[in-house]
């Protein structure tokens, strides 16, 4: 079955020329630093990867979520989750809400820097004591004449350090018991707004370069236009969202894994042991054979996931089972490539090590792998 067209094709040409270039070079680096320097944004935003989906009028490419495809695969191929998941996070977990609940002031004002890559992005939903409960919201704001004021905090962000602009999920009103949803609203706050800030930098196990944070708001004002959408349905745009987040995810853990599996098989044909090239070994074969297999179902899961949603459908479905296979898969493909590897896939110095540490965020984040199950659970009609 055909997914990519010729200009989908050549579209990757240019991300992979861009990602061999100028962003594997660096990655030990950035891993070394706990971050991404900013100038990487402008620059793609000059070759026109930031705004894909958007309409042209304010900078983007007026393409469809394929070429998105494209441009998650390749950023994931480039032996860095980190570098994939900043990108993922400004253009399919971040800008969609100005995109597509933003007045058109708000996407007149910031679309365009987003798209030029001068303002990087980030979303702040998860709490300190909320985790996948989205609906558990504590965040608050409060109006106050022309602004709401908001008070609370925000844990696990991504880009949460360096952001420029940030999409915060609050709670305007308490909401009903039985219906915690309600109330839940979404605000766009730039950094420099009083009252806001980055408590900390958090130090994870994975995804090193991506710098994840502890946000903080005390009081902090935030000009009433800058709702996003209707007040107290953000909850839903929440949701819409992560349909988007997890189809990334499953991208960047198929596109991850295939990548990890191509350097374990130049890996065991080097190898030499017992008489021969591990590649030679039955058990070896065997294994790789298995991973193959894996990667294989899990692209074109993810691929019909993409097909469903693109064409409109209610693709819940289809996009959980996606990102649950994709994320267990993943950190199989992981295990049994380290184990491929021997000792030297337990050294730093070798990407494997890397893959591993980072792809065991994928059961995790963006709905762990038991919300998951639970989604598809309802959508069964158990």
């Given at each position: 079955m055909k997914v990519f067209g010729e200009h989908h094709e050549m579209f990757r040409a240019t991300v992979r020329a861009f990602v061999e270039r100028e962003v594997m070079p660096h990655v030990e680096a950035w891993e070394a630093a706990g971050r991404i320097p900013k100038t990487i944004w402008p620059r793609m935003g000059e070759l026109g990867f930031l705004g894909?989906?958007?309409?042209?009028?304010?900078?983007?490419?007026?393409?469809?979520?394929?070429?998105?495809?494209?441009?998650?695969?390749?950023?994931?191929?480039?032996?860095?989750?980190?570098?994939?998941?900043?990108?993922?996070?400004?253009?399919?977990?971040?800008?969609?809400?100005?995109?597509?609940?933003?007045?058109?002031?708000?996407k007149e004002k910031y679309l365009p820097a987003i798209c030029r890559g001068e303002k990087l992005c980030a979303i702040a939903v998860t709490e300190p004591g909320g985790g996948s409960d989205v609906a558990a919201i504590r965040t608050r704001a409060t109006r106050d004449g022309a602004h709401y004021v908001l008070n609370g905090s925000k844990m696990f962000i991504t880009n949460g350090a360096l952001a420029d602009l940030y999409f915060v999920a609050a709670r305007v009103e308490a909401g009903e018991t039985t219906r915690r949803h309600r109330?839940?609203?979404?605000?766009?706050?730039?950094?420099?707004?009083?009252?806001?800030?980055?408590?900390?930098?958090?130090?994870?196990?994975?995804?090193?370069?991506?710098?994840?944070a502890e946000l903080s708001f005390q009081d902090a004002r935030v000009p009433a236009e800058n709702l996003l959408g209707r007040e107290g349905v953000g909850f839903y745009e929440v949701m819409r969202v992560f349909q988007r987040e997890r189809l990334v995810?499953?991208?960047?853990?198929?596109?991850?894994?295939?990548?990890?599996?191509?350097?374990?098989?130049?890996?065991?044909?080097?190898?030499?042991?017992f008489g021969g090239p591990l590649s030679e070994k039955q058990t070896v074969r065997h294994k790789l054979a298995d991973l193959a297999t894996l990667i294989e179902a899990g692209r074109w899961l993810?691929?019909?996931?993409?097909?469903?949603?693109?064409?409109?459908?209610?693709?819940?479905?289809?996009?959980?089972?996606?990102?649950?296979?994709?994320?267990?898969?993943?950190?199989?493909?992981?295990?049994?490539?380290?184990?491929?590897?021997?000792g030297y896939g337990y050294m730093r110095e070798y990407a494997i090590e890397r893959f591993a540490r980072d792809v065991r965020l994928f059961t995790i984040g963006g709905g762990t792998s038991e919300i998951m199950k639970e989604i598809i659970a309802k959508e069964l009609d158990l």
């Open positions: 894909i989906e958007y309409d042209e009028k304010y900078g983007g490419a007026g393409a469809d979520l394929f070429t998105t495809a494209v441009l998650h695969e390749e950023c994931a191929r480039s032996r860095s989750g980190s570098f994939a998941m900043a990108v993922g996070v400004h253009t399919d977990m971040a800008s969609p809400h100005l995109y597509w609940t933003g007045s058109e002031p708000l109330g839940i609203s979404m605000f766009l706050v730039e950094r420099e707004t009083p009252g806001f800030g980055v408590s900390r930098t958090l130090a994870k196990t994975g995804m090193l370069a991506s710098d994840t995810a499953g991208l960047h853990a198929v596109a991850m894994s295939e990548r990890a599996l191509e350097d374990t098989m130049a890996y065991v044909r080097e190898r030499q042991a993810t691929y019909a996931a993409c097909q469903a949603y693109a064409g409109g459908d209610d693709a819940v479905r289809e996009v959980s089972m996606a990102k649950l296979f994709t994320a267990e898969m993943a950190n199989r493909v992981a295990y049994d490539c380290v184990q491929l590897h021997g």
